[in-house]
């Protein structure tokens, strides 16, 4: 059988300038490329070309799925509604513990066999009753001119935009993408300068200061996602300084899910996380003050469940993706004792469930 190929689609990049020397500077992301014609940057889908930059990628996706939005994981933003989510190929981390590395590693771009313009993807959310499409999978940070058109397309029909990310962008482009996004899962992949250099090829400010903007300059919902790597970023020291900086630049509203990690990519000899490891960072960030702090990637009902911080009532009751118990009030607030619970919410009808629906846009 013949697979189905689909070409790579140019189109023009938004945040580059020329160089003196007559090189391409990416302005995207704080890798900071220098690229001589027809050279990639350390993404693989941005290409100088004609002494321009240009986006490789738009337009052509890794497939598209109908998700539970729990999946983001976003656990304060429309329970129980389903996402459009879909990526592209490439990154700009180059973490060696990726645990999505077949997208965002590969250099195949014939991987990327659905083609859907920005229209598309905003009709077809629509018309399978999905709340919000989410740029995932790989990082939008590196389609952001195909996830910026799209997100306009979904906002013209009254469907939100998810983007989980690993926030690792200069601050103009991300003024432009996540002014747009309703909510964001950002991974905060340590809280050490040196993990992110050793293992993931970036830096920690750049991350903390797209949260910091997120949380006070934008109206996007914010929650963190924290992979938990036995031996790396697991310590009691590393995560109490963690929580403690969510606690003082972001508030105690933010909720925090730690997830744990399978071997996997480059660090295929490291154990996954023990299902204690994760209630123990838990409570650490209960301990600091945090109101919301879930576990991930494990069952684990207490780890699951949001809980009121006024009267410790279980108010959304989980297990994994599935919602076995809500009893949010739709102005958000806890029906015992009126605490307002932080997130958007309203109008919580029968849960999409754990199931993923995979969906062949060029098909429909
Ligand atoms: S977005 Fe890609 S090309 Fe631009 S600086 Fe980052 S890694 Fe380099």
Not at 134 to 143: E, L, R
Not at 179 to 208: P, T
Not at 324 to 349: S, V
Request: hydrophobic letters at 40%; glycine letters at 8%; one cysteine or more.
């Amino acid at each position: 059988m013949t697979r189905p190929f689909v070409s790579e689609s140019a189109h023009p990049g938004r945040w580059w300038h020329a160089l003196p020397d007559g090189r391409v500077q990416c302005d995207l992301c704080p890798r900071d490329c220098s690229l001589h014609e027809g050279q990639r940057g350390a993404c693989f889908v941005r290409r100088a070309v004609g002494g321009a930059m240009q986006l490789t990628t738009y337009g052509r996706s890794s497939g598209f799925c109908l998700d539970p939005i729990e999946k983001k994981p976003l656990n304060h933003f429309h329970p129980g509604s389903s996402v459009l989510s879909f990526g592209t190929a490439g990154c700009n981390l180059a973490c060696k513990f990726c645990q999505n590395w077949d997208i965002s590693k590969s250099r195949d771009m014939d991987r990327l066999l659905d083609a859907a313009s920005p229209g598309a993807i905003a009709a077809t959310a629509q018309r399978h009753g999905a709340r919000s499409v989410a740029y995932t999978y790989n990082d939008p940070v590196i389609f952001a001119e195909y996830a910026i058109d799209t997100a306009l397309a979904c906002r013209a029909r009254g469907i939100r935009n998810v983007a989980v990310s690993a926030g690792y962008i200069h601050a103009q482009p991300r003024r432009e993408l996540f002014a747009l996004m309703d909510a964001a899962n950002i991974d905060l992949k340590a809280f050490s300068e040196e993990f992110y250099v050793r293992l993931c090829g970036g830096h920690l400010q750049n991350v903390l200061d797209t949260l910091v903007w997120i949380r006070h300059e934008s109206d996007c919902w914010l929650e963190i996602t924290t992979l938990l790597i036995p031996g790396h970023n697991d310590s009691d020291a590393e995560l109490k300084q963690l929580v403690a900086w969510v606690m003082r630049e972001l508030g105690p509203d933010v909720p925090l899910h730690f997830s744990a990690f399978h071997p996997d990519w480059k660090m295929a000899d490291v154990p996954a996380t023990p299902p204690a490891t994760l209630a123990r960072a838990r409570q650490i960030a209960l301990a600091a003050g945090l109101r919301y702090a879930y576990t991930g990637n494990v069952h684990d009902r207490a780890g699951d469940t949001t809980f009121c911080p006024g009267c410790h009532a279980a108010l959304i009751v989980r297990d994994w993706y599935d919602i076995l118990h809500y009893e949010l009030a739709d102005d958000g607030r806890c029906p015992h004792c009126g605490t307002a619970i932080a997130g958007r919410f309203g109008g919580f009808a029968k849960p999409f469930g754990a199931r993923r629906m995979p969906l062949h846009l060029a098909a429909e």
